[in-house]
T-cell receptor, first 108, second 113 residues
Framework: QKEVEQNSGPLSVPEGAIASLNCTYS??????FFWYRQYSGKSPELIMS??SNGDKEDGRFTAQLNKASQYVSLLIRDSQPSDSATYLC????????WGAGTKLIIKP | EAGVAQSPRYKIIEKRQSVAFWCNPI?????LYWYQQILGQGPKLLIQFQNNGVVDDSQLPKDRFSAERLKGVDSTLKIQPAKLEDSAVYLC???????????FGPGTRLTVT
């Protein structure tokens, strides 16, 4: 059974701090990895994709991938209250395998 | 570029009734997905189409759920008869053939009473 694990949270972070979200996956052969943001009552929105080991930065977001440790993370710098949402990790293995998401709360 | 369209946005039905959802993917996207999402969980793939062919329907409860994408563009998902446990958000997503990045529509929130 291929699995993607995320801490369900909630993760509470003060405004302006760095939020760190983590995800582990079971299939060593997975090749592409995605972070989606889902606001309450809304559908998932793709915010980052990463395909190779290392860091990928896009604005305030940085995705980090370590295939040897089967670990992918998302860092959000200068966290804003508007970043409060559930963050879903998805791993591509023929089809997307989804984590249950981490609820992030940014405290003003 | 227009996003993924879905209708209706909300639906309330009684158990044993039938319901249908419609999805129109992003123009040019060959792959279309239907997901079921229950509160607090990640999306669960129900069916994946590549053009008008089914790629994966292993998690579709075929005794009550059906889906079609006859012309390889828009798609319909049907539930007949509905059960209480079908209450969920039904999400449609699409992707191009060159990437695994999926883009979601707004979803349909189904309540079965």
């Amino acid at each position: 059974q291929k699995e993607v694990e995320q801490n369900s949270g909630p993760l509470s972070v003060p405004e302006g701090a760095i939020a760190s979200l983590n995800c582990t996956y079971s299939d060593r052969g997975s090749q592409s990895f995605f972070w989606y943001r889902q606001y309450s009552g809304k559908s998932p929105e793709l915010i980052m994709s990463i395909y190779s080991n290392g860091d990928k930065e896009d604005g305030r977001f940085t995705a980090q991938l370590n295939k040897a440790s089967q670990y992918v993370s998302l860092l959000i710098r200068d966290s804003q209250p508007s970043d409060s949402a559930t963050y879903l990790c998805a791993v591509n293995d023929y089809q997307l395998i989804w984590g249950a998401g981490t609820k992030l709360i940014i405290k003003p | 570029e227009a996003g993924v369209a879905q209708s209706p946005r909300y639906k309330i039905i009684e158990k044993r009734q039938s319901v249908a959802f419609w999805c129109n993917p992003i123009s040019g996207h060959a792959t279309l997905y239907w997901y079921q999402q229950i509160l607090g969980q990640g999306p669960k793939l129900l069916i994946q189409f590549q053009n008008n062919g089914v790629v994966d329907d292993s998690q579709l409860p075929k005794d009550r759920f059906s889906a079609e994408r006859l012309k390889g563009v828009d798609s319909t998902l049907k539930i007949q008869p509905a059960k209480l446990e079908d209450s969920a958000v039904y999400l449609c997503a699409s992707s191009s053939t060159s990437t695994a990045e999926q883009y979601f529509g707004p979803g349909t929130r189904l309540t079965v009473t």
